[in-house]
């Protein structure tokens, strides 16, 4: 699950190709709720002529993001990449970010994450900083 900041701090380069031009298209928030919602699953989508006002998709995204969609890839089954990547991309970002003014268990509880994890999600970072490959310890 994702929060309406989370979806703010994904990129687009974060997103699998198809994902990012649909967010082109319809928006990144409506992009994330469809990825979430249907990612990973082949759907049928409709061409826009043919979407009717009881189909899901308009449930989900709202007539006009629903019609842009299936303007660009309607008339077919289709399956979706899902944004998990991106999604933790952004959430690992915005843990980085606060940690210079929360706390480690501050950061697991809002994010739902263990204490340990967090801690790997900012050593992570500050080993891209420094060159070092995952794991590896330096030699000199």
Known sequence: ????SDS???RLDDLPP??????RRIGLGDTIALAEA???VRHYYPRPENLTDDHPLIALLGRESAAQLCGYIGGGDVTLPKADRALRAARDRAIRAARATCSVRTLATRYRLSERRVWEIVAG??????G???GQMRLF
């Open 1 to 4: 699950m994702h929060t309406q």
């Open 8 to 10: 703010n701090a994904i």
């Open 18 to 23: 198809l994902l990012a031009e649909i967010a």
């Open 38 to 40: 249907w990612g990973g």
């Open 125 to 130: 970072a500050e080993r891209k900083q420094s």
């Open 132 to 134: 070092a490959a995952y």
